[in-house]
């Protein structure tokens, strides 16, 4: 055993060197190469039309523009409401143009983390969960080949109300939309934005179509692009490089009741991973990962039948019935699941935000944990100033922000896209032993646990100690591997789980940017200061 724990040393340390040589490398050639972004055929299923930056003429104001409000948000979903109500309760007059004010009807966006949980409080926005029958959620279980894993979330050093919170998404929408237009300086209107309105490369506010179908202009010092995952708008501030890995299927469950109470549920399944989590006193939110972009058809009968041979199979015994009753029940739903990441182009007089500006793979819930957190941090950048006016030294304070929120949004970011890869199921067996290592290292307890899920949960966001763990995981595949007695193919399966382990990790690393990651310090809009006017 002595023998054992000491190869084990060794090759620990050897791995962990060319870990960090690899990360090195990548950081100087991140450092002194740019970053080209693809013109992504960015395909959204919207009915907005295709909107393209309009210019706007000096005096153009006429009898159908508004222009008394500091800050225009576009979009009232998680981000725009609770942004709207945040700077309006710091005193700035606030237009928040919303397509649908009407309850959202979405089958994500109903799990908030426990780090996001702690920024909601520090908005002020806690209560929003009271009345809509919200659900605690204190950790996860994982479940693989009949055996599961129960992770709890690291809470100790918490109030005991934090945890995490499930719940329907347009119930707590609605809920921070009447608290925002509560607001007596929040203007909350209902219309379709088509255009952002440009003068001499400064964003000057929207153009809109109101309910009613009229045309209208709105102005305002700084205007805030939160329009969601199938932004229209996002093309005028960044660039954006979507890729869509997979879809979920979703299905309601009544009646459910979950083998681990109060935990959301991941299933290791093939060919890639299920989710249920409560989303309230009786109903379980059931998410089916389908990888591609393409899924069975609903309409043909197709869906129910993939549903019932391929994927009920895999469910925990508890859940079955549920499971096949939901699908029998026929409300059967669909979303491409959206990775983006952020791509900034600084523009004067906007900002994107939300799913708009950043997103990630949902199988770890991490979406408006990043939202919430991206808030605050904007919130304590503008209490500062007095007025917007200034819109170029505005922009350039602003670059900060794009820094600053880095620690929390990549290591929730690069989490997720690292776990679904992991998570999924290959006929490769380096990458079935990666699979399986993962769920024997969370098993394992103690540090092996918390680790990671204080990292999924928004409380530990620290990029370094993500790369940490992701490479134990690879780690502890080697050497199980090699222990007792290494042979030439297990050494070269050995081999390619490292090098897999890099090519899942880097290359998200390197899209999230290696010196924002890891040397913000090094960054020089790290120490931007407000504007002296």
Request: glycine share 8%; net charge neutral; aromatic share 8%.
């Amino acid at each position: 055993m002595a023998d054992q724990y000491t190869w084990g040393l060794i090759l620990g340390a050897v791995v962990g060197l060319v870990a960090l040589y690899n990360l090195g490398l990548l950081a100087v050639y991140n450092f002194v190469m740019k970053n080209k972004n693809d013109d992504d055929a960015d395909s959204l299923l919207t009915k907005s039309r295709a909107a393209k930056t309009a210019s706007a003429v000096d005096g153009e104001c006429g009898s159908n523009a508004v222009g008394d409000a500091d800050v225009i948000i576009v979009g009232a979903g998680v981000a725009g409401a609770a942004l709207a109500h945040t700077l309006g309760k710091d005193g700035r007059r606030v237009h928040v143009i919303e397509r649908d004010l009407s309850e959202p009807d979405r089958i994500v966006g109903e799990l908030l983390q426990p780090g996001g949980y702690l920024k909601l409080i520090e908005l002020g926005l806690a209560d929003c969960l009271e009345t809509i029958d919200a659900q605690r959620v204190f950790g996860y279980a994982i479940f693989k080949d009949g055996e599961s894993a129960q992770l709890r979330y690291p809470l100790e050093k918490f109030h005991s109300d934090v945890s995490g919170r499930s719940f329907h998404n347009g119930r707590f929408i609605q809920r921070m939309r009447e608290k925002a237009a509560s607001l007596p300086n929040v203007r909350l209107e209902q219309g379709t934005v088509t255009s952002l309105l440009e003068q001499k490369g400064t964003i000057k506010g929207v153009q809109y179509k109101t309910k009613a179908g009229q045309e209208v202009t709105a102005y305002a010092p700084l205007t805030i692009v939160c329009d969601g995952c199938f932004s229209n708008l996002r093309r005028s501030l960044c660039n954006p490089q979507v890729d869509v890995p997979s879809c979920f299927v979703g299905l309601v469950l009544e009646n459910c009741e979950l083998p681990y109470a109060n935990s959301g549920h991941v299933i290791l399944a093939n060919p890639s991973p299920i989710l249920f989590y409560p989303i309230s006193s009786t109903e379980v939110r059931c998410l089916v990962d389908v990888p591609g972009q393409k899924v069975p058809s609903i309409s043909s009968g197709e869906m129910a039948n993939y549903l019932k041979t391929v994927v009920a199979p895999q469910v925990p015994p508890q859940i079955y019935d549920s499971f096949v009753a939901a699908i029998d029940k026929g409300n059967i739903r669909t979303m491409p699941n959206r990775s983006m990441p952020a791509a900034p182009q600084p523009t004067p007089g906007a900002l994107l935000m939300g799913d708009a500006f950043n997103m990630r793979h949902p199988l770890t819930g991490g979406g408006m944990t990043v939202a919430l957190s991206d808030i605050v941090l904007l919130r304590d950048l503008l209490r500062p100033l007095r007025n917007l006016n200034d819109a170029p030294a505005l922009c350039k304070y602003l670059e900060s922000f794009y820094t600053l929120r880095k620690p929390v949004s990549s290591t929730i970011n690069t989490l997720a896209g690292a776990l679904y890869r992991v998570f999924c199921a290959s006929p490769d067996e380096a990458r079935k032993e990666m699979r399986d290592a993962c769920f024997d290292y969370l098993s394992l307890g103690g540090i092996c646990a918390s680790g990671p899920i204080s990292l999924l949960s928004g409380l530990n966001p620290r990029p370094l100690s993500l790369v940490v763990h992701f490479f134990a995981v690879a780690i502890y595949a080697v050497g199980r591997l090699l222990l007792p007695f290494p042979s030439p193919h297990r050494i070269w399966i050995g081999a390619r789980i490292i090098l897999g382990a890099s090519g899942i990790i880097f290359p998200i690393i390197k899209a999230e940017g290696v010196r924002q990651m890891f040397f913000p310090a090094t960054i020089p809009a790290y120490y931007r200061a407000p504007p002296v006017k």
